[in-house]
């Protein structure tokens, strides 16, 4: 049994998948937060998963400088056998205090560069790595000139945000200048942190994404599997619905896994879980990002369901640096799939209809939706869902047109027009 160090946490799914997953192995951890009531404010504090560590630790995180030191002393009392963390903003801090305390775990240059866009793109297109034309520029002469050279419509996007957080899809100039204005006017992300000023732009490419979720050890990545994702918005990237496995033939498979594994060998990451993001083309597939940390939206979910293996788990294994437990087993699931409510107008919520026998459902497994009184505003990212569900079927590819057709078949109403939306 090992003892981890918990650097913060995505607040949503992951912040009570990744305890359970280092339970489930009989690992311990501590908690390190700057603050802990950031993530009890939208849950039942009593019960809360992180609540279950067996330290919980204030520190200011965002100052790496001040946060070794103040480490190293509590390994001293402490001793820990591993570092980590769900969220991105956190995971070139994790892998800091793994190399000042000898711990396991990628290195810190590979972390860095996985987790700034810009840097990806960089790295990635020097090693060959297919992907979009792209520039990286942080003055609006430069970030024009680069759009007209690649050629609209463009992708626009912060180097450093998650969860299409100011992702945009531009068509001309105008749209271009109100796309950046939009990222400049968030300089700080949500956790306190300053962001980089550059945007990163790049050729928008047409097809279908999907995610790969992988598991790096020893420097051998294996490919654990592939997700499906279907994207919705005007001029926004909103994940809408999941499904693993992708219903995928196989040579298209393998390509798309091919790219993950040599995204993952150009950015010399090894000893983590990662989850990449790739689009399907006529030409080929594009990388679209590297997350070297198991995937959100409750993919891995997803994935234990129908293989059995449990990815925060095998995240909490590599952290203490054990080789990961990556044999599937015949779970009786062919496919498995989640899809979100996405709201796509603002107002106070007053019911939601349409989820009656959902309970009763020998597919849907889980369900959460929001409730009433609840403040909405038109999502344009991933952080504004309204609810989901989450269905299972024996037959392969099934499970997300069932989950899409529950959601579809929803009526959210609000109490300032009473309107259906």
């Not at 699931?333 to 996405?342: E, P, R, T």
């Not at 929803?410 to 109490?415: A, D, K, Q």
């Amino acid at each position: 049994m090992g003892h981890l160090l918990m650097v913060e946490s995505w607040v949503g799914s992951m912040s009570t998948l990744l305890p359970r997953g280092i339970h489930r192995r009989d690992h311990r951890f501590t908690f390190l937060t700057r603050d802990l009531g950031h993530y009890l404010r939208s849950a039942n504090a009593a019960g809360h998963p992180l609540l279950g560590a067996a330290n919980i630790v204030s520190a200011e995180t965002n100052d790496e400088a001040a946060l070794l030191p103040f480490v190293r002393g509590l390994h001293e009392a402490l001793r820990f056998d591993g570092v980590l963390s769900s969220c991105d903003y956190y995971l070139p801090t994790v892998a800091a205090i793994a190399a000042d305390l000898g711990l396991p775990g990628p290195s810190r240059s590979a972390v860095a560069a996985a987790c700034s866009k810009a840097a990806t793109r960089r790295i990635c297109a020097a090693a060959g790595v297919p992907g979009p034309e792209f520039a990286v520029a942080d003055q609006w002469s430069e970030i024009a000139a680069a759009a007209d050279r690649i050629g609209y419509p463009v992708v626009v996007k912060p180097v450093d945000l998650c969860g299409g957080m100011f992702v945009r899809l531009v068509d001309n100039a105008d749209q271009l200048a109100a796309a950046v204005a939009a990222i400049a006017g968030f300089p700080v992300n949500a956790r306190g942190q300053l962001r980089a000023p550059e945007v990163l732009i790049e050729q928008y490419v047409h097809g279908p994404e999907y995610s790969v979720e992988t598991v790096t050890w020893a420097g051998h990545t294996s490919v654990v599997g592939i997700t499906d994702k279907r994207v919705v918005g005007s001029g926004c990237f909103i994940e809408a619905g999941h499904m693993f496995p992708a219903a995928l033939e196989p040579d298209q498979a393998e390509s798309i896994g091919d790219l993950a594994r040599s995204a993952i060998e150009a950015l010399g990451l090894d000893g983590t879980v990662a989850h990449i993001e790739i689009k399907s083309t006529t030409a080929g597939p594009r990388l679209i990002e590297v997350n070297p940390r198991p995937a959100g939206n409750r993919i891995t979910e997803l994935v234990r369901r129908v293989t059995g293996i449990d990815l925060p788990a095998v995240h909490a294994d590599l952290a203490a640096g054990r080789r990961p437990e990556l044999d599937t087993r015949d779970t009786g699931i062919g496919s498995a799939a989640i899809a979100f409510l996405v709201p796509d107008r603002a107002g106070e919520l007053e019911r939601i209809d349409g989820s009656d026998g959902w309970s009763g459902a020998g597919h849907v497994v889980e369900h959460q939706l929001a409730e009433a009184g609840k403040l909405v505003r038109a999502a344009d990212n991933n952080n504004e869902y309204l609810g989901h569900v989450m269905v299972v079927d024996p037959a392969p590819d099934a499970a997300g047109t069932i989950a899409q057709k529950l959601i579809e078949n929803l009526h959210v109403s609000y109490r300032d027009t009473g309107e259906l939306a």
